[in-house]
């Protein structure tokens, strides 16, 4: 799968953000690392991206308070995929509240990451449509699992 998104990836662990960026860029124009919220919103001045691949679990704060800062200050909404640690259901409600429409737990298949963030970047141009909204738990292999919450 090869595509041109502007891809950002919010993660604190800085060799997991680093791999990320690696596997990533092979597929995508440009990637870029962010290592906390603040560092993100300062680099969405300037660099807007198409999907953001965003850590739950960050220093200072989580994933989703961010995201919700993020979307407040935004007229166009940004796609986000969420990783994270934590289990799945305690936090596919609230992201569904923000706007995150795919969850995926740790520790996922790279491959898996990017099947997301394809179907996040279709969905956000209008090329995927969902129907009513559920929550489909889905294996990856590895022992991850991904959450896809469609939007109503």
């Known amino acids: 799968m090869s595509s041109n998104h502007r891809i950002l990836v919010v993660e604190d662990e800085r060799v997991l953000a ?6 990533l860029t092979r597929c995508s124009a440009d990637v870029r690392v962010a290592e906390s919220g603040r ?4 680099m969405i001045e300037s660099f807007t991206p198409d999907v953001l691949v965003l850590d739950y679990g960050l220093q200072g704060g989580n994933g989703l308070a961010f995201y919700r800062a993020l979307m407040r200050h935004r007229a166009r909404p940004i796609a986000c995929v969420m990783i994270t640690g934590y ?35 279709a969905q956000a141009s209008g090329c995927a ?18 959450a896809m919450i469609t939007p109503p």
Not at 39 to 42: K, P, R, Y
Not at 129 to 146: L, Q, V
Request: charge should be neutral; charged fraction near 15%; glycine fraction near 12%.
């Open 18 to 23: 680093e791999n990320l960026k690696t596997f």
């Open 129 to 146: 449509h969902g129907s009513a909204p559920h929550i489909g738990w889905t294996s990856a292999g590895g022992g991850c699992a991904c």
């Open 87 to 121: 289990p799945l259901e305690r936090i596919s409600k609230p992201a569904n509240a923000v706007g995150v429409r795919h969850l995926l737990g740790k520790p996922f298949s790279l491959y898996a990451l990017q099947h997301l963030i394809e179907l996040s970047a």
């Open 39 to 42: 560092d993100a919103m300062e």
